[in-house]
Every structure is written in structure tokens, then in C-alpha cells.
């Protein structure tokens, strides 16, 4: 077990206009990575019907800093906390920031993991967000290897 490792699991509403998405997402990506590798902090990313949902982990006091930073992104907003606990070991260790949801594939997971589910990020508990970011980030490492 990693001493202090903690997981914080998150959902906010996007505010970003439609024709600067792709791009504020690409930034969003490349930030969080740099920060994320620095800090290390590991998780995945969520982009789907205009909200995100993350899934961080690493120490406490670096996971505070990352979110406390999330909450003052005018990006986010409705920035809701799901859960913020202890954790015996990475559930994404080989991802700074694996993200899911900017392709065509992505999406007919995301619709099929919405039925599975009922996966509504207002509705979202930290398990549900969690399992979703799972299998798609583990599809995902298939797809490449």
C-alpha cells in the first residue's frame, strides 16, 4: 500500500462554448498532464453531454491543490465532490491523464455504459463514474497494445 495515497472522484458541468471545446479540452489535457506527471498524480478524464468526470489519485495534500484549482476553472461549473477517500492502490497507475470521450468509438461506449449504468453525471455516485473510467481507460490500453 502506497502511505497517503488517497482518490478523489469529481463531476462538474462544462462550461466552455461549443466551438472552443475541442481546443479548451486539448489545453485542459496538456495541463493536466504536465501538472498531474509533476505531482504525481494518476487518473482519467470524462467528457460526455457537456460534463466532465474525473477520477484522481495521489497524495492527499497534491489531490487538495488539484482540486482546489479545479473549483476556480471558469471552465467547471457545478463542481461537485463525489467522493475523497483512502486508497490502498492506483486504479489508473499508468495514466498522468487518460482521457475518453473525443472519439466516435468513445461515444458508443459512453451510450452503452449509460444504459449499463443509468449514468447521469448529476445522478453519478464515485462507483459508477469510477467503473466507467475504468473500462473505457482498460478498452482503451487494449486498442493501443
Excluded at 502506497?2 to 482518490?7: D, F, K, M, P, T
Aim: charged share 25%.
Amino acid at each position: 500500500m502506497e502511505s497517503g495515497l488517497h482518490r478523489l472522484v469529481y463531476y462538474s458541468r462544462n462550461r466552455i462554448p461549443e466551438p472552443d471545446l475541442v481546443d479548451a479540452i486539448a489545453d485542459i489535457l496538456a495541463s493536466s498532464r504536465r501538472n498531474n506527471a509533476a505531482s504525481d498524480i494518476s487518473g482519467a478524464l470524462m467528457f460526455n453531454a457537456g460534463c466532465f468526470g474525473q477520477v484522481l489519485e495521489g497524495r492527499r495534500e497534491a489531490l487538495e491543490a488539484t482540486f482546489n484549482r479545479i473549483q476556480r476553472d471558469a471552465r467547471h461549473r457545478e463542481v461537485s465532490l463525489l467522493a475523497f477517500e483512502p486508497l490502498a492502490q492506483r486504479g489508473f497507475p499508468h495514466w498522468s491523464m487518460g482521457f475518453v470521450g473525443a472519439r466516435p468509438i468513445d461515444a458508443r461506449s459512453f451510450a452503452e455504459i449509460g444504459q449499463a449504468t443509468g449514468f447521469d453525471p448529476s445522478q453519478a455516485t464515485s462507483d459508477k463514474l469510477l467503473a466507467a473510467l475504468h473500462k473505457l481507460t482498460i478498452k482503451d490500453e487494449g486498442a493501443r497494445g
